[in-house]
T-cell receptor, first 113, second 114 residues
Framework: NAGVTQTPKFQVLKTGQSMTLQCAQD?????MYWYRQDPGMGLRLIYY???????DKGEVPNGYNVSRLNKREFSLRLESAAPSQTSVYFC????????????FGDGTRLSIL | AQSVTQPDIHITVSEGASLELRCNYS??????LFWYVQSPGQGLQLLLK??????LVQGIKGFEAEFKRSQSSFNLRKPSVHWSDAAEYFC????????????FGPGTRLSVLP
């Protein structure tokens, strides 16, 4: 009963390095999301994918790119990491529809030095 | 723009005491409202949700929330807090008809004294 799985759980990068955060869900959900969580700011939406083959910007997309690889997988890429991107990143998924709650992974804790 | 406020950054209660966490939202249409809980090092878990109908909704772990349209509020309550309830709590509102944009409040951290 995995739900939403994120890898890696922890990562330390140097400024300017790139990396990809992976997310996979096994609930056959159409929609997937990437958030970042910073102290006192709740969760802010980076990108989302309403369905396979589509992606859209959220509130804070600058410095990130995403790929909806298939229905199960949605990856987040930092092309040139900056210290301001130090955060906890969460992936979520849900069925389409405004009354459908989101299901979250356990997060990736990313530090940029 | 839609927004969610949680006026209390940090609340401390004694085990066995009652709890109320406040949530206010700004949204023009009928909102879909959610409460999530986040334990340390974990993702967010859904506690309860409100879509329509009865304004008092029951959730998991003994939590309930009441929707008050006149006050634009959706406060979370629990009659008797357990030490395992110590966590961070987030209120959220869906900001469009397609459910693609959840707007989360900043969170309230709950500490429980033995």
């Amino acid at each position: 009963n995995a739900g939403v799985t994120q890898t890696p759980k922890f990562q330390v990068l140097k400024t300017g390095q790139s990396m990809t955060l992976q997310c996979a869900q096994d609930m056959n959900h159409n929609s997937m999301y990437w958030y970042r969580q910073d102290p006192g700011m709740g969760l802010r939406l980076i990108y989302y994918s309403a369905s396979e083959g589509t992606t859209d910007k959220g509130e804070v997309p600058n410095g990130y790119n995403v790929s909806r690889l298939n229905k199960r997988e949605f990856s987040l890429r930092l092309e040139s990491a900056a210290p301001s991107q130090t955060s906890v990143y969460f992936c979520a998924s849900n069925r389409q529809g405004s009354n459908q709650p989101q299901h979250f992974g356990d997060g990736t804790r990313l530090s940029i030095l | 723009a839609q927004s969610v406020t949680q006026p209390d950054i940090h609340i401390t209660v004694s085990e066995g005491a009652s709890l109320e966490l406040r949530c206010n939202y700004s949204y023009g249409a009928t909102p879909y409202l959610f409460w999530y809980v986040q334990s340390p090092g974990q993702g967010l878990q859904l506690l309860l949700k409100y879509f329509s109908g009865d304004t008092l909704v029951q959730g998991i772990k003994g939590f309930e929330a009441e929707f008050k349209r006149s006050q634009s509020s959706f406060n979370l309550r629990k009659p008797s807090v357990h030490w395992s309830d110590a966590a961070e709590y987030f209120c959220a509102v869906v900001s469009d008809n397609y459910g693609q944009n959840f707007v989360f409040g900043p969170g309230t951290r709950l500490s429980v004294l033995p």
